[in-house]
Antibody
Framework: QLQLQESGPGLVKPSETLSLTCTVS??????????WGWIRQPPGKGLEWIGS???????YYNPSLKSRVTISEDTSKNQFSLKLSSVTAADTAVYYC?????????????????WGQGTLVTVSS | QTVVTQEPSFSVSPGGTVTLTCGLS?????????PSWYQQTPGQAPRTLIY???TRSSGVPDRFSGSILGNKAALTITGAQADDESDYYC??????????FGTGTKVTVL
């Protein structure tokens, strides 16, 4: 069974870079037909897609965050990571990693089929 | 910036039926946006309910169904139960690797 687990600092200072890692077990991030990505949810608010990385290494970002976001992968560790630069209090949120199913067998799906449990990151001095 | 709109809240009686919708700030939602739906209870990660407009994810009860109604995607709960009280989010795939979450609907069962 696929499992995703977020890890990283729970507290980040304003203007610094938020860094999180998602460790995947029960499946390989090198598998074709899947995107691996990040979604966040500020306290009391809705979900926001941050970006995704395809198994090929191609990256896709939310246009509103694109200038500050980098998603990368380490296939040797079966992990992918998020870096969000120049953070402010508005970046305080629960951050989820998730897998998005792409196209396979002539059909396309484009939905999030597996989620991590989420990790709270607070931006504060 | 594309905005995906949902009703802020709905109330439904136990055993009743409620239909949530997912629309675009400009344009119509079609199956080409691969609408999917997620249920989230407080403190928990989202749970996948519906994908590709109307396909139930594994283990999802058949009282949840998805469709296109007019120019929006829709999630219908038929025979609502107490544990259906949750937040519900739709997601639309915009192409070029980009997904957009809806604003979310809070469903109360009472």
């Amino acid at each position: 069974q696929l499992q995703l687990q977020e890890s990283g600092p729970g507290l980040v200072k304003p203007s610094e870079t938020l860094s999180l890692t998602c460790t995947v077990s029960g499946g390989s991030i090198s598998s074709s037909n899947y995107y691996w990505g990040w979604i966040r949810q500020p306290p009391g608010k809705g979900l926001e897609w941050i970006g995704s990385i395809y198994y090929s290494g191609s990256t896709y970002y939310n246009p509103s965050l694109k200038s500050r976001v980098t998603i990368s992968e380490d296939t040797s560790k079966n992990q992918f990571s998020l870096k969000l630069s120049s953070v402010t209090a508005a970046d305080t949120a629960v951050y989820y990693c998730a897998r998005r199913r792409d196209c396979s067998g002539g059909s396309c799906y484009h939905y999030f089929d597996s989620w991590g449990q989420g990790t709270l990151v607070t931006v504060s001095s | 910036q594309t905005v995906v709109t949902q009703e802020p809240s709905f109330s439904v009686s136990p055993g009743g039926t409620v239909t949530l919708t997912c629309g675009l700030s400009s344009g119509s939602v079609s199956t080409s946006y691969y609408p999917s739906w997620y249920q989230q209870t407080p403190g928990q990660a989202p749970r996948t309910l519906i994908y590709s407009t109307n396909t139930r994810s594994s283990g999802v009860p058949d009282r949840f169904s998805g469709s296109i109604l007019g120019n929006k995607a829709a999630l219908t709960i038929t025979g609502a139960q107490a544990d259906d009280e949750s937040d519900y989010y739709c997601v639309l795939y915009m192409g070029s690797g980009i997904s957009v979450f809806g604003t979310g609907t809070k469903v109360t069962v009472l």
